[in-house]
């Protein structure tokens, strides 16, 4: 398998730029997850997808945060318009989810995101 | 609120050393806790995940134990390897949501 597959892997971009991450999850997993990771805050969960379906959302910062999953294969992120304070690496990470959540994360390589 | 630390945030070693991470946790009604590595600029790789109802796990050289009462895990390194030179987060999960610690950096020195 190939695993996660993110792309791009960097960005670099201007303020007020709409920036759209993707993610292509492992085939058969039934969880999805993006994190964004910086110095300041570690890594920390954005949002959950189970079946396609959000369903925690808590983490996304704000309005201009906005994630779809329009099937099992494929997932974006996307910051409209971008900020300097975006600037982070994001994860895009999947699982194969029993009744328990008790199985690994599998984490895609990320995408460095600057935001000029 | 779940909230994870690691100590040390960093450790640098001679090569053939054994050692210890540190993980600790607040919430003890936890269902996993996992060990990853972190490599420059790359990705997260799971290591070891131990499940609520067990008490440690092995691969290899590397042995993780949990002790849920006392909100501590630990990963230890044994005869350790220039190539084990990264970062190391433990993570604790509440059904599936991972609240991440903010990693050890090791430096295994040749």
């Known amino acids: 398998d190939a695993g996660v597959i993110q792309s791009p892997r960097h960005e670099v971009t201007e303020m007020g730029q709409e920036v759209t991450l993707r993610c292509k999850p492992i085939?058969?997993?039934?969880?999805l997850f993006w994190y964004r990771q910086t110095m300041m805050r570690g890594l920390e969960l954005l949002i959950y997808?189970?079946?396609?379906?959000?369903?925690?959302d808590s983490g996304m910062p704000e309005d201009r945060f906005s994630a779809k999953m329009p099937n099992a294969s494929f997932s974006t992120l996307k910051i409209q318009p971008s900020e300097p304070r975006d600037s982070a690496v994001y994860f895009c990470?999947?699982?194969?989810?029993?009744?328990?959540?008790?199985?690994?994360?599998?984490f895609g390589p990320g995408t460095r995101l600057l935001v000029l | 609120k779940q909230e994870v630390t690691q100590i040390p945030a960093a450790l640098s070693v001679p090569e053939g050393e054994n050692l210890v991470l540190n993980c600790s946790f607040t919430?003890?009604?936890?269902?996993?806790l996992q060990w990853f590595r972190q490599d420059p600029g790359k990705g997260l790789t799971s290591l070891l995940l131990?499940?609520?109802?067990?008490r440690e796990q092995t691969s290899g050289r590397l042995n993780a134990s949990l002790d849920k009462s006392s909100g501590r895990s630990t990963l230890y390194i044994a005869a350790s390897q220039p190539g084990d030179s990264a970062t190391y987060l433990c993570?604790?999960?509440?059904?599936?949501?991972?609240?991440f610690g903010t990693g050890t950096r090791l430096k295994v020195l040749a």
């Open positions: 990470a999947s699982s194969l989810e029993g009744q328990r959540g008790e199985e690994t994360q599998y």
């Open positions: 085939s058969g997993h039934n969880s």
């Open positions: 997808f189970n079946n396609n379906v959000p369903i925690d």
């Open positions: 919430d003890s009604a936890i269902y996993n």
């Open positions: 131990i499940q609520s109802s067990q």
């Open positions: 993570a604790a999960s509440g059904t599936y949501k991972y609240i």
